[in-house]
């Protein structure tokens, strides 16, 4: 292996003694064959130019990686894998201590100030990192809306520049959206106020996004779709059975995505048959593994898993070999299963099978102190939304039409 991937280590100019600890690194991350020579030929030609600009790896940083992307803006293979290359590169020689670690004079502004908002979230928030991705890109979203590209002057920030910035997103966006950006915006203006950048607490002056409780119906799939859904996952491939052990604890466990993200390999208590879920505000709950789900799960790990350092119970399929970055990945795996058996819905993520679950436990007599155990509500008020699809026990409750049946 050595040979083939580093046929001449002269090539690669003041980076040629870092090249194998480089390579050791992104195989230990599962890239292809293939990937590795496009990231060799990213830092061959980074190493002739080091070379031919006089730079040595104690001058790396974002500023001249930035110049390099320029220059190898140039070749095919600068376009498609040299950013996520110069980045690995850089991070692997700051950690080696070759390179000086970033200094936060070179950042701008808007940098330093989202590292420490990112900071704040983290350990004054308790917010799990899986959760910030919103509020730090809604952050940057505001700034760069009220402030360009220029100076951060928050002593002339006022109420109405709050207002207007979220009338102008809400016009072009869907209610959804614009909770999430009002949501968004408060934490950040909280977050100044506490750091004492602005004077006032503006996130008083943050508009509400009007949303009736109960006013509409939660979405679900009958049981006889569930099935037609699990049905249809390709178990003869390795993908297809990662995929089929997730949607089976979505469906049999009604467990979100973000604690499917969030489940590791001692979750599992085997002995026993349970499993360890990390829910809401880091709560911690014991549920009984369906057979079916442990039986998918087993197999997965004894032959399909990728051979890692990630404690992470379900690893991505593509390197870096890792867990799932987001809660999305999984939604998209229930969207594409939805699409595999043809089931149409107006609702496609992972919350779908956790309404179906409720939704089915419902029909079969199941109280709704019951279902909130299941789904580990922490209020009643979020299990009494099931009642409305009980159709059986609300023609009981209906009065008589005064016009007559027809």
Known sequence: ???????????????????????????????????????????????????????????????????????LSRFSYGRNSGPSTLRRLLEMLRRTG????????????????????KSFLLKERNLSP???????????????????????????LRAPDITGFIRRYAH?????????????????????????????????????VARWRFSTLPKHLPAAQVRQVLLHCDRKSALGRRDYAILLLLARLGLRAGEIVKLRLEDIDWDNSRISV??????????????????????????????????????RNRAPVDGFVCSSAVSGIVQRALERAGV??????????????ATEMLRKGATLDEIGVVLRHRSSDTTAIYTKVDLASLRALALPWIGGAR
């Open 344 to 357: 149409v819905s107006a609702r496609k993520g992972a919350h779908l099978l956790r309404h179906s679950l």
């Open 278 to 315: 990390c829910g809401k505000g880091g709560n911690r709950a014991q549920l009984p593994l369906p057979t079916d789900a442990a039986n998918a799960i087993a197999r997965y790990l004894q032959h399909d898993r990728p051979q890692c350092a990630c404690r992470c119970l379900f690893i």
């Open 130 to 156: 899986n959760s910030i991705s919103h509020p730090l890109r809604f952050a940057r979203r505001f700034l760069a809306d009220l402030f360009g590209g220029g100076q951060l002057e928050f002593s002339t």
């Open 172 to 208: 072009d966006h869907g209610p959804y959206h614009t909770r999430c950006l009002v949501s968004a915006t408060r934490s950040f203006l909280r977050y100044l106020h506490c750091k004492g950048l602005i004077d006032a607490d503006l996130s008083l002056a943050v508009p509400k």
């Open 98 to 117: 070759a390179t000086p670690p970033a200094n936060g004079d070179s950042q701008s502004q808007v940098d330093v100030l989202m590292v420490s908002y």
């Open 1 to 71: 292996m050595k040979n083939r991937f580093t046929p001449s280590c002269d090539s690669f100019g003041p980076l040629s003694s870092f090249i194998e600890s480089y390579l050791e690194q992104v195989r230990e991350q599962g890239f292809s064959d293939s990937s590795l020579w496009a990231q060799l030929r990213v830092l061959k030609l980074c190493g002739r130019w080091m070379k031919r600009t006089g730079r040595c790896v104690g001058d790396l940083d974002e500023t001249a990686m930035c110049a390099c992307l320029r220059r």
